[in-house]
């Protein structure tokens, strides 16, 4: 009986990444890159999520991960001619630094300051990086281009976005069912209550901070090398709001409902915004209807109407 | 540095911490009695600015059009919170933030349907152009009719707040909403009328913003972060502390920006960094 339920968990899963798998072939050019977008977002998305979903604090500075591993990245390519796999334990150990600074800096202050004193700091990152002192390192408003291939072609620039995509999925589903991820939830429910028990609270914070950082800096780095440029975009404000987005549409506190949101935003981005020109107003009605009526997200509705089924087949019988 | 340059950079300053304190006071006072983060306020300093100037122009009266366009700044924040905030009262406090910053989205979209994308430019009414001779140099006009403005407001929120008898529930519906309601007293109108004023004084800020930037559909949200910073410098809740902090941050941009004018555009985050360093609670909040 069990296996039955796991069978049919995992089926439209599996037929999802089958489809996945095959689309390069029959694709043209432009789905593919937005398909990558869909990937790389994807995986900054479930990183969101396990600060947002899972450990209950709303940053607003989260795209100075993205920026950073972008930025480290496409830097070390560049100037010092190193191979985009040489660069990504400089993405980590940056992002990891700049995680664990901006924790012991503002994760003592309550929620609400967090989330402004992000914003903020994400906004200072952004000037930064667009400031006449550090042009000729950044390229200000021009971001840097011609980042050498990574792989020979498109298809397998596709299979890699792909194949990352799934490892973080993976590595984010073992963290948040290991016992860390079950303290975050714990934290998130009742701050005061998991301190009473013993937790360290601040430490437990500063952790997902830095493994979310780490996540998203990867995805940046990712972007880079498949964009062959970076732009300041990739820190502003844009970038942030865009995660929070498909972070809040898709479910969060789910690890499948923020690739699902990447996947509604960015194809809504790309198709529907050249149809409406307000879209994006429809988009903010769909999103204060979904914060007010389904706080877990759209991919609630799914798993409700499974639930449901599941429980209907089996609770019956036995 | 003569003097009469210093009197002339210290007038501006003052003046651009008065329009700080008229952009920031509406959020901080809705934050301090229903401690919801009102994003959208950007967004309704914008509706503010593009209304106000319309209806002056339509009723050809320009106290009357600031009004009435700030009443209706209101009565837009007053229905969101009648029909959207109190849907989420009690539950937990992210979800009213990001409410807010959905409705970020349907306000600036719902302006550039009506009036479109483009940048308009704003004249200034007759009596608000040219200058006064201060200390013996030009001032112009229109930055002392903000200094009145910005001494009135500030001097009918304090009687408002310290003197009337709504001032003293709202007082303590800051302290202990519970017990507010416990004596009888239906705190929800009061939630409501706090965020009607909320918006009228963030319409007022917009109209007054709007001779400075002109009317684009970004300028409320390209103030959101100053006024975010003052109020966390401020001390959330604090009201008094969200109007110095917006005069500090007035003379620290005006100094930075004839000193060191590549950090001007950071000096809101330094004196963020400095004050929350020494003080992570800000000026005047609570700990």
């Avoid at chain 1, 800096?105 to 952004?126: E, K, P």
């Avoid at chain 2, 600031?66 to 209101?74: D, E, Y």
């Amino acid at each position: 009986m069990f296996q039955s339920i796991y069978l049919r968990k995992y089926c439209p899963v599996c037929i999802l990444i089958i489809i996945l798998i095959l689309l390069p072939l029959f694709s043209s050019e432009y789905v593919k890159v937005v398909a990558m977008q869909i990937f790389i977002f994807g995986v900054f998305a479930i990183s969101y999520d396990i600060l947002l979903g899972y450990t209950g604090i709303a940053s607003f500075g989260h795209a100075i991960f993205f920026g950073t591993g972008a930025y480290v990245t496409a830097l070390l390519m560049l100037k010092s001619g190193f191979s985009f796999w040489a660069t990504l334990p400089f993405v980590v150990i940056g992002c990891a630094v700049i995680g664990l600074l901006i924790g012991l800096l503002t994760l003592r202050f309550a929620t609400i300051y967090f989330t402004i004193v992000t914003l903020a700091l994400g906004q200072f990152c952004y000037f930064l990086l667009t400031n006449a002192l550090t042009y000729q390192y950044t390229g200000g408003d021009d971001g840097l281009h011609g980042l050498p291939m990574i792989l020979q072609t498109k298809n397998q620039m596709y299979y890699l976005a792909f194949a990352f995509l799934l490892v973080i999925f993976f590595l984010a589903k073992k963290i948040v069912s290991s016992p860390l991820g079950t303290t975050l939830v714990a934290i998130r429910e009742n701050e005061f209550r998991a301190k009473m028990i013993g937790y360290n609270v601040l430490n437990y914070r500063l952790i997902a901070l830095v493994i979310s950082g780490i996540m998203a800096g990867l995805a940046g780095s990712m972007n880079a090398a498949i964009l062959r440029s970076v732009f300041p975009g990739f820190m502003g404000a844009g970038t942030t709001i865009d995660v929070i987005l498909m972070t809040i549409l898709g479910g969060m506190g789910s690890l499948l409902g923020p690739v699902i949101g990447a996947a509604l935003v960015i194809i809504c981005q790309q198709y529907l915004s050249s149809y409406f020109e307000w879209w994006l107003m429809i988009f903010g009605i769909i999103f204060v209807l979904v914060v007010l009526f389904l706080p877990q997200g759209l991919i609630s509705i799914f798993y409700r109407f499974r639930v449901k089924k599941i429980l209907s087949r089996y609770e019956i019988k036995d | 540095m003569t003097s009469q340059l210093f009197v002339n950079i210290l007038l501006s300053a003052l003046s651009l911490g008065v329009i700080y304190f008229l952009l920031s006071s509406g959020f901080a006072l809705v934050f301090s009695l229903l401690r919801v983060s009102n994003f959208s306020h950007g967004s309704l300093i914008m509706w503010g600015a593009y209304l106000g100037v319309y209806l002056v122009k339509a009723l050809s009266n320009f106290t009357l059009g600031l009004v009435v366009s700030a009443v209706v700044i209101g009565i837009i924040l007053a229905l969101v919170e009648f029909f959207l905030f109190r849907r989420l009262y009690g539950g937990n406090p992210l979800f009213e933030l990001l409410l807010t910053f959905g409705l970020i989205y349907i306000l600036d979209e719902a302006v550039k349907l009506i009036w479109g994308a483009a940048m308009i430019t704003v004249d200034k009414p007759l009596f608000l152009q040219g200058t006064v001779m201060i200390y013996g140099e030009p001032f112009a006009i229109l930055r002392l009719y903000i200094f009145g403005l910005g001494a009135f407001i500030c001097a009918a929120l304090y009687f408002l707040l310290n003197k009337t008898k709504l001032g003293l529930i709202i007082t303590a519906g800051i302290e202990n909403k519970e017990m507010v309601r416990a004596l009888g007293i239906n705190i929800n109108k009061v939630f409501t009328f706090v965020c009607w004023l909320g918006g009228f004084l963030a319409g007022i800020a917009g109209f007054v913003l709007a001779f400075f930037t002109g009317l684009s559909p970004e300028m409320g949200t390209n103030q959101l972060l100053n006024v975010l910073v003052i109020v966390v410098v401020g001390g959330l809740g604090s009201f008094m502390g969200a109007a110095i902090a917006a005069i500090i941050m007035g003379l620290a941009e005006a100094f930075l920006g004839f000193y060191l004018p590549e950090l001007a555009i950071l000096s809101s985050f330094i004196v963020m960094f400095i004050v929350l360093g020494i003080k992570p609670s800000g000026l005047l909040g609570e700990e």
